[in-house]
């Protein structure tokens, strides 16, 4: 019995091990791909968004978010950092989420079609020098190209921020964030668009502390 209870506990140790090894992998690979797409920011384009950020405030515009599902999360969390996170005053950089109103998006939806639940906003809240800021992990999201191209009629200024490879917002933007990334990993493309949003408040507080704006 004592051989039986040894190798049924040799088994399970082994077993365990297997399983602490292939989880270690998991993270390990996640890690990896995230490195990867640190490493493919593009710093000008950072910078240029913050630069496009900062002229909004300076001429009164408001800043437009949007995005869907996750990035719909990350634009509401974009929304507060650079609007109240970066404890801008005299005049306040004016942020709105297109996403965060339920009943506005939801009432769309519904009365309408989805693809327009963002493009409807932009024609009622957009005005020519505002800026519209997209999130799209594929950047093939026909919401936010519809909303994308409204804001061009109006005189709005689109900015996209994507991953996977870009998709259509990417050629679409006067300014485009570009985070490169496997196509269909959503989870990295979402990590790396936060990173981003935290990165632009850090320049936005540093931008106006110095008065350079």
Not at 4 to 15: I, P
Not at 51 to 80: C, D, F, M, P, W
Not at 83 to 103: D, F, K, T
Not at 170 to 195: F, I, M, N, P, R
Request: hydrophobic share 45%; with cysteine.
């Amino acid at each position: 019995m004592t051989c039986v209870r040894d190798a049924r506990v040799a088994r399970n140790t082994l077993e365990d091990a297997v399983i602490e090894e292939q989880a270690n992998e998991v993270v390990v690979r996640y890690l990896n791909r995230v490195k990867r797409g640190v490493d493919s920011f593009i710093i000008s384009e950072v910078l240029g968004l913050t630069e496009q950020l900062l002229k909004a405030r300076s001429r009164g515009a408001t800043v437009l978010l949007a995005g869907n599902g996750g990035s719909a999360s990350t634009v509401n969390h974009y929304a507060i950092d650079w609007m109240l996170g970066s404890e801008i005053e005299n005049p306040p950089l004016r942020v709105v989420s297109l996403s965060e109103s339920v009943s506005s998006v939801t009432a769309t939806g519904n009365d309408k079609a989805f693809e327009k639940v963002f493009s409807r906003q932009v024609e009622r809240l957009g005005t020519a020098g505002d800026l519209l800021v997209l999130v799209s992990a594929s950047g093939n999201s026909v919401n936010l190209i519809e909303a994308a191209e409204t804001a061009k009629q109006l005189g709005v200024f689109v900015v996209a921020i994507t991953g996977f490879s870009g998709g259509k917002l990417k050629g679409l933007a006067d300014l485009s964030v570009h985070v490169s990334t496997q196509t269909g990993d959503y989870g990295v493309a979402e990590d790396l668009h936060l990173a981003l949003g935290h990165m632009v408040k850090e320049l936005l507080i540093r931008e106006v502390r110095d008065a350079r704006y």
